[in-house]
């Protein structure tokens, strides 16, 4: 970590139906090396990307793509059909007239933006899921919604209005469902009660960027979603020329700054470095912390629940 930088704070969300029991610092050191372990053999199984998702990723990549073609792929997956053309007619997205057709919500909304709603729903489905740890589950799915949205938007206000800007945003903290899932894994066949989240927190400090970023890596996604997952908590180590690293850490402040998936922590003048780095001027900041307030104040409406 560096100055500016803070590991996830999540105790303030722990609710009292979610796993309690402490965890001594011996069976917190053997978490870790299996979570070290599943990291360096790369035995870490990641969830499978439904094939949808693969294809549309493949398929943004493609100047030549049709519509006809796009819809083929999405038709086969029911739920991403559906959650396209509900998104498609959100006012949030400014719906004016109802798409009532796959073909018309497609193309309202374009490419990327399907290729995102279909991650929506791999996440929903595939990513946040660890039954065991389910309510912080919800949390964490809740956020990484409003964390693709805020990563949209600093990349915006920052003249990059990159298209992987949102895919970052939602993925970046995967890791922590792939290290909650380690652990459920190791006491699935144990007599000990699950540890709580909060007595995780450092072991998720320290892994979930890099395992995140492996996920990201195994489902073949573009070194820029990589790279910003890797190093969304140190962007200064990103080396890549037009890094989403420093937009997604700039997302993290504003969900911190609205306390979702994370303690509650207002950006203060100590966050602006953070923030420039990112690209932000000072006029462009403020904007951005009332945008986050309002996503905040109406969250029902930017985020799809999780069942
Ligand atoms: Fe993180």
Redesign the pocket.
Known sequence: MTSGQRP?DISRFISARQPAAQVDPQSLDQLGQLVRSALQTRRFRPPLLPEVAARLSRLVEDPDVDLATVEKTVVKDPAVAARIVAVANSAIHGARAPVTSLRSAIARLGLYRVRDVAFQVVAMGKVFRVPAYADRMRELFEAAQVAGVLARAVSDACGGASEAAYLCGLL??MGEASVLGIVADAFATRQASLPAVEFLAPMIAEY??ELGALVCSEWKLPDVVVEAVAW??TPEQATRVGSLAPIVAAA?LLLGHIGMGTAWHPVTKADLPVLESAGLTAERIGPLLRYAEEIAADRQSWVMSAP
């Open positions: 996830p970046h903290d979930h960027a969304h908590h993290d």
